[in-house]
T-cell receptor
Framework: GAVVSQHPSRVICKSGTSVKIECRSL??????MFWYRQFPKQSLMLMATSNEGSKATYEQGVEKDKFLINHASLTLSTLTVTSAHPEDSSFYIC?????????FGPGTRLTVT | GQNIDQPTEMTATEGAIVQINCTYQTSGFNGLFWYQQHAGEAPTFLSYNVLDGLEEKGRFSSFLSRSKGYSYLLLKELQMKDSASYLC????????????FGKGTSLLVTP
């Protein structure tokens, strides 16, 4: 199947700093990618839909100025968590669609101290 | 919006069969997916149903009834490695084709 990568896999940052997470589709082009967040023992919650060449669409309750999404090419979307706080600590997962299947990246574990 | 319900936890014995149910409500149904997720890892795709009926894939089968808003995932010949969380997800055409996930069913396979 298709492969989606994420970088970094783990990151620890101090409160108030910003962190960028990259999501790449390695062997296919993805005009649309999705960003999810998963807190411990909870399911994945959709944060935003990333559209190549246009603005991302954010879900209700997700601050677009805090979670900046850039989908500059057909294989790369980035999520920047700005001014991170401890409550932003979570597992961030991206996905990309090919046909009827949605492939997930391996996730990024963010810890804000 | 959607309401996706699945049991929180299930336990089954190695070699047995287990059925994990999922019910949903959505206005723009465009497919139902099952994913497996081990702790600390990303979900891996198991199955996709968009039409009513049973889809079989090796030890895993998934069933869909659109009129009832119901699906199940059937796991046969359970192995210890099948202990994981199983996520039911619905794709909604009104939500840009993103997936909306249920809370997941944590399956424990015992010897």
């Amino acid at each position: 199947g298709a492969v989606v990568s994420q970088h970094p896999s783990r990151v620890i940052c101090k409160s108030g700093t910003s962190v960028k997470i990259e999501c790449r589709s390695l062997d296919f082009q993805a005009t649309t990618m999705f960003w999810y967040r998963q807190f411990p023992k909870q399911s994945l919650m959709l944060m935003a839909t990333s559209n190549e060449g246009s603005k991302a669409t954010y879900e209700q309750g997700v601050e677009k100025d805090k979670f900046l999404i850039n989908h500059a090419s057909l294989t790369l979307s980035t999520l920047t968590v700005t001014s991170a706080h401890p409550e932003d600590s979570s597992f961030y997962i991206c996905s990309a669609t090919q046909g009827n299947e949605q492939y997930f990246g391996p996730g990024t574990r963010l810890t804000v101290t | 919006g959607q309401n996706i319900d699945q049991p929180t936890e299930m336990t089954a014995t190695e070699g047995a069969i287990v059925q994990i149910n999922c019910t949903y409500q959505t206005s723009g149904f465009n497919g139902l997916f099952w994913y497996q997720q081990h702790a600390g890892e990303a979900p891996t795709f198991l199955s996709y149903n968009v039409l009513d009926g049973l889809e079989e894939k090796g030890r895993f089968s998934s069933f869909l009834s659109r009129s009832k808003g119901y699906s199940y995932l059937l796991l046969k010949e359970l192995q210890m490695k099948d202990s994981a969380s199983y996520l039911c997800a619905v794709r909604d055409s009104n939500s840009g084709y993103a997936l909306n996930f249920g809370k997941g069913t944590s399956l424990l396979v015992t010897p």
